[in-house]
């Protein structure tokens, strides 16, 4: 059993606790023991336990184990109980069920008896965290086979996916809002040994400051206003499988402080409590912002950034994956059409050229609603240019950059070396602007090695760029 594991015994007999006591830290378990109600609900308030085992009488007080039964439903339900007794009936055992207990035993028993039942109090409890964790993840969409497409670029990402998603190490997915950041957290956790355990996804933007903490790492009853009951965070639901941080720029530099705490030790503590509760995660997080500059700036931390950036995978924007357009065009026909209840569509040669041409600053996330609207208007047996929202229908793409598939060879001929240079003039300037002018991620956005882009600089004299 593992040492993970905690259990708080409640009885006013000195030599039970020890007995319980004794027989449970041979097994494994970290035991604490009460004699009295009150002591135990002072434990309770203060530390997290998988297990509570209680006494029915204790001293005079035959109802001590049953006030202590309704106190954990009403302030810790998610902790499972096992009721003892030397006084026992079926009606006591079905009063202790119906305030919550997980299991019930009689006085005298035998040790195996009360470890199969500690065993299977907490196997309920990871049932229903793991049920919990699943409609979760039931509710949100993608997973590896609505990983598409046959682009270079794309099949560069999903090769790295499949390098990397047995690893334990922390992975940090880099790309454009919209892109399908997500998704790739959600293949590499289809695809790793932790796959039949919970994938828990969090928008670190999407949740105030002062929530944040406790719905990462759980709270304690009365450790901050409306704080009605003890609650567990997401890495302790996590537990076994995958949380994924998406928008982890955003969060505040004091959580940093203990989510580097939780890596390095693989433990959390919930606020207003003084227990660790070890934690077994795999940790990916995904920005669309640039951390290496932010830890420069001093508003990520440093020590957090390379803790995350163990693996980094880069998911390309739309617009660097043209020949997956069609692709996605047709998947999401389809997905929205089984969700209207309506009949799939065909999209005319017009509209397909329209949507290859378009620049999609959205990136796959625009695609989907773009079509979702083009499904729901469309008043024709296919889909037209004009079932496309205005702005896409009129868009022109910047010639300013030619592309080997727009270069038309005139009549009178050209000179493609000069376009040639010209072309790799135009987009090492525009990558060294996006990237800030570090020459370092110019190379990364133009899918360079550091030494070919100083080469092209060299060439083209741009190195006061």
Known sequence: MSVNHRVLVVDDELSMRELLEIVLQNDGYEVDTAEDVESAREKLENNHYDVVLTDLYMGNDREAGMRLLSWLEENSPSTPSIMMTAHGSVETAIEAMKRGAADYVMKPFKNDEIRILIERAIAQRNLLRENIALRQEQARQGDIENMIGKSPAFQKAMKMIRRVAALPSTVAVHGESGAGKELVARALHTLSNRADKPFVAINCGGIPENLLESELFGHKKGSFTGATDDKEGL???????????????????????????????????????????????????????????????????????????????????????????????????????????CEQLEISAAAQTALN???????????????????????????????????????????????????????????MEQLIADLEIDLIKQALEKGRYSQKRAASLLGLTARSLRYRLQKYDLEGQ
């Open 235 to 341: 890495f302790v639901v996590a537990n076994g499988g995958t949380i994924f941080l998406d928008e982890i720029g955003e969060m505040p530099l004091m959580l940093q402080v203990k989510l580097l705490r939780v890596l390095d030790n693989n433990t959390v503590t919930p606020v207003g409590s003084t227990t660790d509760i070890k934690v077994d995660v795999r940790l990916v997080s995904a920005t669309n912002r640039d951390l290496e500059k932010m830890s420069e700036e001093g508003t990520f931390r440093s020590d957090l950034y390379y803790r995350l950036n163990v693996i980094p995978i880069q998911v390309p924007p739309l617009r660097q994956r043209r020949d997956d357009i069609p692709l996605l065009c047709r998947h999401f026909v389809t997905q929205h059409a089984k969700n209207m209840g």
């Open 357 to 415: 041409n378009y620049h999609w600053p959205g990136n796959v996330r625009e695609l989907g609603n773009v079509m979702e609207r083009a499904l729901a208007l469309c008043a024709d047996d296919e889909i037209g240019l004009d079932d496309l929202p205005e702005n896409l229908r009129n868009y022109e793409p910047d010639r300013s950059v030619a592309t080997a598939a727009a270069a038309v060879v005139p009549d009178e001929g050209m000179d």
